[in-house]
């Protein structure tokens, strides 16, 4: 079975991408030593694959950064 090339997508299209190929996956998340998954919590995330590794025939392991998106405050200063 050929694996999708998924680098650089969402991980919600690398997920769709992978089930519709019949494919398993995880997903690990890789953060700077000082952070924590908890530090991003109810902050705009998106999750992008940066590796991506065939761990056997059918299975996929995915490796996934976080990008904060910018806020726009009422004066319209980005943060």
């Not at 590796?51 to 490796?63: C, D, E, I, M, W």
Request: glycine fraction near 6%; charge should be negative.
């Amino acid at each position: 079975m050929e694996v999708p090339n998924l680098l650089a997508l969402s991980l919600e299209e690398a997920e769709h991408r992978l089930q519709a190929a019949g494919m398993e996956y995880e997903v690990q998340l890789l953060l700077p030593p000082r952070d924590s998954e908890e530090d991003f919590a109810g902050k705009p995330v998106r999750k992008y694959v940066v590796r991506q590794q065939v761990l056997s025939a059918n299975k996929v392991g995915l490796t996934i950064v976080y990008r904060l998106g910018k806020e726009v405050h009422v004066n319209g200063s980005e943060n």
